[in-house]
């Protein structure tokens, strides 16, 4: 399961999506920006108020790394 938590002006977060689309990778977003619930929730999975944070099953990544991605899209 993959999870990204986004803004929808955030740089870093539209790459990752795209990243994901080339790749054909299945994601779900959560979008920080509309509720304060979803912003807790990105803060109590990454310890981060920051975006995109990047859920891949029990792995969680701070912005947008590909080689870090890719080596958990891998596992």
Not at 25 to 53: C, L, M, W
Request: net charge positive; proline share 3%; with cysteine.
């Amino acid at each position: 399961m993959i999870k990204i938590y986004s803004t929808s002006w955030c740089p870093d977060c539209i790459k990752a999506k795209k990243y994901f689309n080339t790749k054909g990778v299945n994601y779900s977003e959560i979008n920080v920006a509309d509720k304060h619930e979803d912003r807790e929730e990105v803060f109590r999975v990454s310890g981060q108020r920051t975006v995109p944070v990047i859920q891949i099953n029990d792995s969680v990544i701070v912005g947008f790394d590909k080689k870090l991605i890719d080596k958990e899209l891998n596992k």
